[in-house]
């Protein structure tokens, strides 16, 4: 069953198609790859999805409930977070208080919470990190801090907004092996990324954008041979 | 309600508005620059309001004419505000930055009071209480010279933005600091000549009020308000904005007090402010930057 | 980088703080038995008075990062709400004290709705358009309010419990008491709000209000509880200065000033902290009442830098004064520019910096 369905999906700013018509599906406990140059209406995908603005046409179908003009607050608590592609950590709250904060979306103790997050803290292996302030931590901490943070609300669906984005190799590996244990937690993820040769790795399916239409869908090696991928990554670098 | 009374209402309505647009063309092009909301504008227009009134009780000078002294001095005074202190938190939290113009400004308003005391004053000029009539309406003298001078000021200053290198520079950095600094220019001296600026608007401003107007020292703080709700009218940083915005609540009081009531002329300027904040943030000119 | 952990403080340390914290909580109210002199127990309660409005604010502008300008809206709708009931329907003050916060609470959430929609700048102006309209309301609904003459109570009905009379109010005594329990009530307040889910929630949307959003934290629930808790408690601040001073007016009871007073207590002892705001009334008071009552003049003319007699001398004793306000300008100023953290953050950092040099 289609845990995501993503139905004839526009966003208009103005007179400008951010997103025009896309359509997919998303199968539970699935990795999908979010792909497309710059500007292509990923993140406004994103944003749509997760009730940052209503899409202008078009439905977004979450566990069999309707989401248009649903808050992201409310979106949450259905069972779908997203993360930031800009890292938003709460600077001046410890690690553990942000996870915590996440957690508290599911209860209203404390104690339950910081259980819960330091859970979600040592899937993402930073419990040596706990009690430092989010705000002083490296990049690549902080990155792993927002999927900790979102893990905590206890999702059924995860969107991750290019989580490798100004990573060192080894760091994005760390964050790949993390996107591969999550999907073993039985989360299903899209993963808004980049980096060709991580998304490759990591992706059952592709979805390409491309000047907020939907270019191509696919198996990742249907997406590398497809001419109109290639020609428009061409074209836009 | 009779014509005539609104239509004199509108008249001096129109003629105060040229120096609340003044007020807010200095707010105006301080949060143009610098993203920061100068909680202490009134104040500036205080300092001012005092200025010209020593000018004329110790050295007899004309208030219109102590324009010409006023507004160099502002200028400077608002310079030396901006390189010892608002240049210091530039990149810290907007609140912060309010803080630290509110703190300017009780600093201004507090020493005017130790040093003057919080008596009213009245500077009474040969033409103070003078008007002539046109078509039965009266229009007093003073108001009209403000607004003259005024208008002459807001083309200058226009003109200086849209023409000269400085102007554009300035210009350039409101729309965008980081970019105007890569094309090389020096942005923090934009910020002090814009505060400058900015301060010399009001102290004029004051200048030419201070005829009309009581003077003491916590003037300042309702033409604060005055300011901000003018500038939000117009749109944060649009000079145009501000022009039309002073002109609109220097209607909308005068009116407001001849239809509704002197007494609530101030909630319905505010109920306006709030309505705009609400419905349109971006202001009247919302989208044009200077 | 460091570890820190503001939010909940290690066992051992906090068995010397309860213990320390109950001692300063006896000895202050063992203090008035000690002390006899007025002036003190009036500054105390003004200490104590400073305590209960800045708390009241931190939870929203310290915790929850809304810097409210507005606050003496519901100061002054405390103060009238209590005295009006008193002088035309003599209900006694501590029933009209709870109709003053159902009146702020109702007031906070129309606010809330207004200003909540807005945010940095936007919000700060909003917030005080507001408290200017309810200035402006209170100056000119005459009937209800009298004006801009203001409104005076000359006896405040002695407290009763069942018959039993409590305190008559002769003396500043018992003033001393309320003021000291509502302060330790704003600081119990606060202590939990810390320790609880909304904690948590203030200071996320502080931090980040889009990252909260999306954490599943619904921004207009929790900022209007946030701004209802300060404002219920601002309002009882309200209703125990009209009781003390026994006069109010739109100038005292609502004046932007008031508000800005309000904000610089929390700020300059520290926002987002339990004792920031009562480091900031200790600062404050003392100072401010120091220039108001002459004491810094008298101080100068006794060490003989001033001369009594001199211009100097009378011009300092008539207009120091008046210029109260001006010790709040200038701390600010300094605060801001020198510790953003406030007086409170400024000496943590100085603290942790040498026992960092030390290890």
């Known amino acids: 069953m289609a845990i995501l369905e993503i139905k004839n999906v526009s966003k208009f700013f103005g007179g400008l198609a951010a997103n025009s018509d896309v359509s997919f599906e998303m199968t539970e406990g699935m990795i999908m790859g979010l792909i497309g140059p710059n500007g292509a209406g990923k993140t406004t995908l994103f944003n749509c999805i997760t009730g940052y603005y209503p899409p202008s046409k078009g439905e977004v179908i979450f566990d069999g409930k309707k989401m248009n003009g649903l808050q992201p607050d409310a979106v949450c608590k259905l069972g779908m977070a997203r993360t930031w592609q800009k890292v938003r950590p709460l600077a001046k709250m410890t690690l553990l208080d942000n996870v915590m904060v996440g957690a508290l979306c599911r209860t209203n103790s404390l104690k339950v919470a910081r259980e819960m997050a330091m859970e979600q803290i040592k899937v993402v292996r930073m419990e040596h990190r706990a009690n430092f302030l989010a705000g002083g931590l490296p990049i690549g901490e902080r990155k792993k801090l927002e999927v900790a943070r979102v893990l905590a609300t206890q999702p059924k669906l995860l969107l991750l907004d290019e989580v490798m984005g100004g990573l060192n190799p080894a760091e994005s590996d760390e964050i790949i092996q993390l996107i591969l244990d999550i999907r073993k937690l039985g989360i299903t993820q899209m993963v808004i990324e980049h980096d060709m040769k991580a998304i490759m790795r990591i992706s059952d399916r592709i979805v390409v954008l491309n000047s907020g239409e939907k270019l191509a869908e696919g198996m990742p090696d249907e997406i590398v041979k497809n001419p109109e991928v290639v020609a428009a990554y061409l074209g836009s670098e | 309600m009779d014509f005539s009374v609104l239509m004199q209402a509108i008249v001096s309505g129109i003629l105060v508005g040229g120096v609340y647009a003044l007020i807010g063309i200095g707010l105006t092009i301080i949060f143009g620059v610098m993203r920061v909301i100068n909680f202490g504008h009134g104040d500036i227009m205080m300092v ?240 044009s930057r200077m | 980088m460091k570890p820190t952990n503001p939010l909940h403080s290690q066992r051992g340390a906090s068995t010397v703080r309860v213990s320390a914290g109950i001692a300063v909580i006896a000895a202050l109210f063992a203090f008035p038995q000690f002390v006899e002199s007025p002036y003190i127990l009036h500054m105390m309660i003004l200490f104590f008075l400073s305590t ?85 309301t209170a100056l000119n609904l005459t009937n209800l309010t009298k004006g801009a003459e203001g409104i005076l109570v000359v006896d405040i009905p002695a407290f009763k419990i069942g018959e039993t009379i409590i305190t008559d109010f002769s003396s500043k005594v018992p003033y001393y008491y309320i003021a000291l329990v509502l302060a330790l009530v704003i600081i119990g307040v606060t202590w939990l709000v810390q320790h609880s889910k909304l904690g948590y929630y203030f200071q996320a949307i502080r931090e980040d209000q889009d990252a909260a959003h999306s954490l599943g934290i619904n921004l207009t629930i929790w900022k209007n509880s946030a701004l209802v808790i300060s404002a219920a408690f601002t309002s009882l601040a309200g209703s125990f200065y009209a009781i003390f001073v026994k006069f109010i007016d739109p100038s005292t009871v609502l004046p932007l000033d008031l508000s800005v007073q309000i904000v610089l207590i929390s700020i300059i002892g520290g926002i987002g902290t339990i004792f920031g705001p009562v480091i900031g009334a200790l600062v404050l008071v003392p100072l401010s009442e120091a220039l108001r009552s002459n004491v810094i003049t008298e101080g100068l003319i006794k060490i003989g830098l001033v001369s009594e007699e001199s211009g100097v001398g009378i011009f300092l004793k008539e207009h120091l004064a008046h210029a109260h306000v001006l010790i709040y300008g200038i701390l600010v100023v300094v605060v801001i520019l020198f510790m953003p953290e406030g007086v409170l953050g400024y000496f943590r950092k100085m603290t942790t910096k040498k026992k960092g040099g030390e290890a």
């Open chain 3, 52 to 136: 209960l409005m800045g708390q009241s604010w931190n939870i929203i502008g310290g915790y929850t990062g809304q810097y409210s300008v507005g606050h003496a809206a519901y100061f002054g709708t405390g103060a009238y709400t209590t005295l009006i009931l008193l002088t035309t329907k003599e209900i006694a003050p501590w029933y009209g004290m709870w109709v003053g916060i159902a009146a702020s609470v109702v007031l906070a959430l129309i606010i809330g709705s207004i200003c909540f929609r807005l945010r940095g700048p936007y919000f700060v102006l909003a917030s005080i358009a507001v408290a200017e309209i309810v200035r402006c």
């Open chain 2, 48 to 287: 001012g309001m005092y200025m010209t009134y020593f000018l004329f009780t110790l050295f007899g000078v004309d208030p219109f004419v102590s324009v010409l002294i006023t507004m160099p001095l502002m200028f400077l005074f608002g310079a030396i505000l901006q390189k010892v202190f608002i240049n210091r938190i530039l990149g810290s939290l907007p609140q912060n930055q309010i803080l630290l113009t509110i703190g300017l400004g009780l600093i201004m308003s507090n020493t005017a009071m130790l040093a003057f005391t919080s008596d009213y004053k009245i500077l009474t000029t040969s033409y103070s209480s003078s008007s002539f009539n046109i078509f039965g309406i009266s229009i007093s003298e003073p108001l009209l010279i403000s607004f003259l001078i005024t208008a002459a000021i807001t083309i200058g200053l226009y003109w200086f933005l849209l023409k000269t290198d400085t102007g554009q520079a300035i210009r350039a950095t409101a729309q965008d600091r980081e970019a105007a600094q890569l094309m090389g220019i020096n942005v923090k001296w934009m910020s002090i000549l814009s505060f400058g600026i900015g301060s010399a608007m009001a102290g004029t401003a004051g200048a030419l009020i201070s005829p009309t107007y009581y003077i003491f020292p916590q003037v300042g703080s309702a033409f604060t308000l005055k300011a901000f709700v003018i500038t939000v009218l117009g749109g944060m940083g649009s000079i145009v904005g501000a022009t039309l915005g002073g002109i609109i609540i220097g209607l909308v009081e005068s009116v407001a007090a001849v239809t509704i009531s002197s007494d609530w002329k101030d909630v319905v300027v505010f109920s306006i402010f709030l309505l705009v904040l609400l419905i349109k943030p971006s202001g009247l000119m919302g989208k």
